[in-house]
C-alpha cells in the first residue's frame, strides 16, 4: 500500500506544526502515576510550565519529552489562582518554544491544541478562538477555543497559526478548551523570578 | 505566510465582517440567544429561544442594548421576527449562492456582549424538505460544528464570509441544522406582511391503513395503502365537501397518498381558498368530491 500524502499546502503547514510543537510539549506523569498531564518547555534550559491542577502536591515528576526520551522535573513554583505551575526539568538543551501574543488572536483565527488526553501522547485538535475573555485593562485573561480537548490535554500548549505558543490549555467549560494565555503565564514567571523561586533568569515575551 | 495562516487571517476576518450583523437576544432565563440583524429596525432569530413575549431587549453588536416586540414566529420552520424599538446601523449581508459537502463554514453567535466562533464542515446538504411540525425547508442543511450558547439564531457563513443561513438547534435532535437563507427570507417577510405563516387546513386526522385487494385493483394505479380519516373537525373543508369519519382518501389533489405527512407537505400556505379533487373509498366504492383548502385556525402556542 502506498502511503497518502497529502499535497494540500494547509495540510503540509498542520503536519510541519504539529511536528514543531512536539518538540516542546512534554508529557507529567506524578510518581505515584497520579496527576497525568501536559506541559511547555517554556525555556530550552529546561523550564517547564504546566497546569498547577496537573501537579497538584507533588514535588517532583516525571518527563516524557517529544522525542519519548524520560527524565524528571522539580516542581519550582505553583499559582493555584491562575492554575500555573513552573517546574525545572533535570536535564537541558531542549528546543526553544516561540511565544505568540495573545492580543493578535480575534474570533475565528485557527488555533492549534496539543497534548495527551486520555493518555494518547502527542494528539493533535485543530480549531478556531470562540471568544477572548478580557480583564479590566482589556489584557487577555483567558482564550476560549473551539477545540476539542480531554483530561490529559491540561497544561499542554495551544498554538496560533504561526506555531506560536498562545496559551496554556487548563480547563474545559461547556465543551469550550479554555486556555490561560502567554501574557498571565509571563506574570507568573515574572512573579516566582522576583521571589528567587527560578535558577536563572527567564526573559518574557508578549 | 503559510497556507494555515492565510486561512486563520481569512476566518478572523469572516468573524469581523460578519459579526456586526449578529445581535443578542434576550427573550428567555439564564443564557441570552443570538439574532441577524435583518433590516435597520427588524432582527430574525428562531422561534424556539423566544420564551417570553413582552420585555424582551436586544443587545447590538456595538455593545447598546435596544427593547423589541415580536412581529410575528412560525413554529414550523422556527423562525421569528423582531421589530427593535429604535433602528440601528445595518452591515450588508452577503448570501451565498449554495452550499456543499465539506465545505468549510463557521458558526457565529452572540450569547451575550461578544461575537463567538466555531469552525466545522456541512455534513449533509439535501434538497427541499419539511420539519417535524411541518414547515417547508428549502435546503436540508446539516452542520458538523459543536454546538454552544448562542448558537440558534447565529449565522452560517462560507469561509468568503458569505452567509449560507441561520443556525438552530431546534430542529433536529440529533444534530445542528441551518435554515438556508432562502427560507429565513420567505418566511421572515410573509410574517412581516401579516403577522403569522398561513398553513392549508382540510380538517381531518388520518392514519395509514391497508386497502382490501379488490379496492387497490379498482385504482389506478394500484395502490395498496390510504387514509383513513379517524377525527374530523366540525365545520371544517372536510367536512363540508361530505368527506365522514372513516373514508379513506387515495388521492388528493391528482396526486395519491400513502402517508399523513405528505398530505402535509401539500396543504402549503399557497393553497389557502383554491380548490383540490379527492378521491375516497367508502363502503368499498371508490368516489371522487372537490373540497375548498381552508386556512389553519390560530393554534395555540406550544
Wanted: glycine content about 14%; charged content about 15%.
Amino acid at each position: 500500500m502506498t502511503p497518502f500524502t497529502s499535497t494540500l499546502p494547509v495540510d503540509a503547514d498542520l503536519s510541519g506544526l504539529s511536528d514543531l510543537v512536539r518538540g516542546w510539549t512534554v508529557a507529567l506523569t506524578g510518581r505515584e502515576g497520579e496527576g497525568k498531564g501536559s506541559g511547555v518547555i517554556w525555556h530550552p534550559d529546561g523550564l517547564l510550565v504546566s497546569n498547577a491542577h496537573v501537579v497538584g502536591e507533588s514535588r517532583r515528576m516525571r518527563v516524557t519529552f517529544g522525542d519519548g526520551s524520560e527524565g524528571e522535573a522539580r516542581v519550582l513554583a505553583r499559582d493555584d489562582q491562575r492554575d500555573i505551575a513552573i517546574l525545572q526539568a533535570d536535564s537541558g538543551g531542549h528546543p526553544d518554544m516561540p511565544v505568540g501574543n495573545p492580543d493578535a488572536l480575534r474570533a475565528g483565527s485557527i488555533v492549534l491544541a496539543l497534548g495527551h488526553p486520555w493518555g494518547v501522547p502527542h494528539a493533535l485538535s485543530l480549531g478556531v478562538v470562540h471568544a477572548i475573555a478580557r480583564d479590566r485593562r482589556g489584557r487577555p485573561r483567558h482564550i476560549a477555543a473551539d477545540v476539542r480537548l480531554a483530561p490529559g490535554n491540561s497544561g499542554g500548549p495551544l498554538v496560533d497559526a504561526t506555531g506560536r505558543v498562545v496559551g496554556i490549555n487548563a480547563m474545559i467549560v461547556g465543551g469550550l478548551g479554555v486556555a490561560i494565555p502567554v501574557n498571565v503565564v509571563s506574570r507568573v514567571i515574572q512573579h516566582a523570578g522576583a521571589q528567587g523561586l527560578l535558577p536563572y533568569k527567564v526573559s518574557w515575551a508578549a | 505566510m503559510t497556507a494555515l495562516q492565510n486561512l486563520s487571517d481569512d476566518l478572523a476576518a469572516v468573524v469581523a465582517s460578519v459579526g456586526p450583523s449578529l445581535v443578542a437576544i434576550h427573550a428567555r432565563r439564564r443564557i441570552p440567544a443570538s439574532g441577524l440583524l435583518w433590516r435597520p429596525d427588524i432582527v430574525v432569530t428562531n422561534h424556539h429561544v423566544i420564551q417570553r413575549e413582552d420585555g424582551i431587549t436586544v443587545t447590538l453588536a456595538d455593545g447598546t442594548s435596544v427593547g423589541a416586540s415580536l412581529v410575528g414566529r412560525d413554529p414550523t420552520t422556527d423562525i421569528a421576527v423582531l421589530r427593535l424599538e429604535r433602528p440601528a446601523t445595518q452591515p450588508v449581508i452577503r448570501p451565498a449562492a449554495g452550499a456543499r459537502v465539506g465545505q468549510i463554514v463557521l458558526a457565529l453567535g452572540m450569547p451575550g456582549t461578544a461575537v463567538t466562533a466555531a469552525l466545522g464542515v456541512i455534513s449533509a446538504a439535501g434538497g427541499e424538505w419539511r420539519t417535524w411540525a411541518g414547515g417547508r425547508i428549502d435546503q436540508y442543511l446539516r452542520v458538523d460544528v459543536a454546538v454552544y450558547d448562542g448558537f440558534s439564531g447565529g449565522a452560517l457563513t462560507n469561509a468568503s464570509g458569505e452567509v449560507i443561513g441561520m443556525n438552530s438547534s431546534g430542529l433536529s435532535r440529533a444534530s445542528a441544522m441551518t435554515i438556508p437563507l432562502a427560507t429565513v427570507t420567505r418566511v421572515a417577510e410573509q410574517l412581516l406582511k401579516t403577522g403569522r405563516v398561513a398553513r392549508g387546513y382540510i380538517g381531518v386526522g388520518l392514519q395509514a391503513v391497508r386497502l382490501p385487494t379488490g379496492v387497490a385493483a379498482q385504482l389506478t394505479p394500484p395502490q395498496d395503502v390510504g387514509l383513513m380519516v379517524v377525527s374530523l373537525d366540525e365545520g371544517a373543508p372536510a367536512s363540508a365537501a361530505g368527506i365522514q369519519l372513516g373514508d379513506t382518501i387515495v388521492s388528493f389533489d391528482g396526486r395519491s397518498v400513502t402517508d399523513p405527512g405528505e398530505m402535509l407537505g401539500m396543504l402549503s400556505g399557497e393553497r389557502v381558498g383554491t380548490t383540490a379533487p379527492v378521491t375516497l373509498v367508502r363502503a368499498g366504492q371508490v368516489t371522487t368530491t372537490t373540497l375548498t383548502i381552508g386556512e389553519r385556525p390560530r393554534a395555540s402556542r406550544r
